[in-house]
């Protein structure tokens, strides 16, 4: 009896304080399936990275039938002040602004604004008779168009300037994207650089959700920020996400770091002279988002819930069915650092999809869907568990420290019913 007045204790003032911050109270894990027990594990995990000095700090959050079991803010936001990290910390979230813009996007597809199948051409005339690599120095006119398609699922043909093609990755260095101001000149820059390789033949990551930002501006009439503001940002009460931190918020961005050649954390991006900080014009729909935590629970949760969340709907559950299915089958790699399909990954409109467990090699769920940021932010939605899972933390690289696939594991051990 005891043990459990301690519980209820313990839970009552966890909740309240994450009540007097989100609004948002922490339920037991045990009341939706998970043990607290084993959810230790997750902090251990994580705080062990910043304990050896690998990260500065590190926020993780899971939702599991629409009640919030675990939420843990720890470490600094800045290594030099001291400052510490608070739960509504902004973080640098990159290509996890990806999912958004696809929303946005499929939000016009609902209104008939286009068909999937459509040539892009058809709404962004840059993007006609486009030029093709074809070995060396050589291109030639591509057979097939671009379609809208393509640019949700990645098989435009277009790349991101790295990778193993010395000659197209050469030229997508010369764009100097930081002079080019708003996203109509970015896509007439973009449209004079060769194809990796044919559309829709190939998978490979690249600055196609930025031209899916463009072509939203295009079929709304509004620049990017303000129909992600109108139509997806303040109808979800998502406060906290920008493509501009505004001058009040400057005190909750963090520092984004990397490692030196001693392996001691080291900042790139510091709030006083990040581009995030400054007047942002061109709103980068593949990689130019922060967020908080918070606020990406709630577009985590307004998906998982089939397109709506509190009373308001942004999707049909129907086109949230479309966006989460294999849409690269009989698709292969088509170079770039980021391979898949492949390890029992796909792709759908706007998101990785896992399409088989055993292959994958890490426990989840086939359905399971998500990405992640340049930094090491990620996200998984989990129809099959009824579960969301949230790791933010800022390091560039990020890949040797296994951070992302340590905490899935951790977070699935921690289901037990």
């Known amino acids: 009896m005891k043990y459990q007045l301690s519980?209820?204790?313990?839970?009552?003032?966890?909740?309240?304080?994450?009540?007097?911050?989100?609004?948002?109270?922490?339920?037991?894990?045990?009341?939706?399936?998970?043990?607290?027990?084993?959810?230790?594990?997750?902090?251990?995990?994580?705080?062990?990275?910043?304990?050896?000095?690998?990260?500065?700090?590190?926020?993780?959050?899971i939702m599991r039938k629409g009640k919030l079991v675990h939420f843990d803010t720890y470490g600094l936001a800045d290594l030099d002040s001291q400052q510490a990290l608070d739960d509504n910390s902004i973080w640098r979230i990159y290509s996890m602004t990806?999912?958004?813009?696809?929303?946005?996007?499929?939000?016009?597809?609902?209104q008939g604004k286009f068909q999937l199948n459509?040539?892009?051409?058809?709404?962004?005339?840059?993007?006609?008779?486009?030029?093709?690599?074809?070995?060396?120095?050589e291109t030639a006119p591509a057979k097939q168009p671009i379609r809208v398609i393509d640019i949700l699922r990645h098989t435009s043909g277009l790349g991101y300037g790295w990778g193993p093609n010395t000659y197209v990755d050469s030229l997508y260095k010369t764009m100097n994207r930081?002079?080019?101001?708003?996203?109509?000149?970015f896509v007439q820059r973009l449209s004079e650089m060769p194809l990796y390789y044919e559309p829709g033949t190939g998978w490979r990551y690249s600055l196609s959700t930025d031209v899916a930002g463009y072509l939203v501006e295009v079929l709304s009439g509004q620049t990017l920020d303000q129909f992600l503001a109108e139509h997806i940002l303040n109808p979800?009460?998502?406060?906290d996400t920008h493509f501009e931190v505004p001058d009040e918020k400057d005190n909750r961005f963090i520092t984004n770091y990397t490692t030196d050649k001693t392996g001691k954390l080291k900042a790139?991006?510091?709030?006083?002279?990040?581009?995030?900080?400054?007047?942002?014009?061109?709103?980068?729909?593949?990689?130019?988002?922060?967020?908080?935590?918070?606020?990406y629970l709630r577009f985590s949760q307004m998906l998982l819930n089939g397109g709506e969340l509190d009373g308001v709907r942004l999707l049909s559950p129907k086109t949230i069915e479309l966006m989460t299915q294999d849409h690269t089958k009989g698709i292969s790699q088509a170079g770039g650092p980021i391979v898949l399909p492949g390890r029992g990954l796909s792709f759908g409109l706007g998101f990785s999809v896992t399409?088989?467990?055993?292959?994958?090699?890490?426990?989840?769920s086939e359905g399971s869907y998500g990405w992640g940021g340049a930094a090491g932010t990620f996200f998984r939605i989990d129809p099959q568990e009824d579960m969301i899972i949230l790791l933010m933390i800022q390091l560039m690289p990020y890949n040797h420290l296994r951070a992302r696939e340590k905490f899935q594991t951790m977070v699935y051990q921690a289901v037990i019913e």
């Open 7 to 61: 519980t209820c204790l313990l839970w009552f003032f966890a909740s309240s304080l994450i009540l007097a911050q989100h609004a948002t109270p922490l339920a037991p894990p045990e009341s939706v399936g998970m043990s607290s027990e084993r959810l230790k594990r997750v902090d251990q995990q994580m705080h062990e990275f910043v304990d050896n000095g690998q990260l500065a700090g590190v926020q993780t959050a």
């Open 118 to 137: 459509d040539p892009l051409h058809r709404y962004i005339p840059a993007m006609k008779d486009l030029q093709v690599h074809t070995g060396g120095r």
């Open 178 to 185: 930081g002079s080019l101001k708003d996203n109509k000149a």
């Open 98 to 110: 990806k999912p958004i813009v696809s929303v946005a996007l499929m939000m016009l597809y609902e």
């Open 355 to 364: 399409t088989d467990l055993a292959a994958s090699r890490i426990l989840g």
């Open 236 to 239: 979800l009460a998502m406060k």
């Open 268 to 295: 790139i991006d510091h709030p006083k002279n990040s581009k995030y900080t400054k007047e942002v014009s061109l709103f980068s729909g593949g990689g130019g988002m922060v967020s908080t935590a918070m606020d």
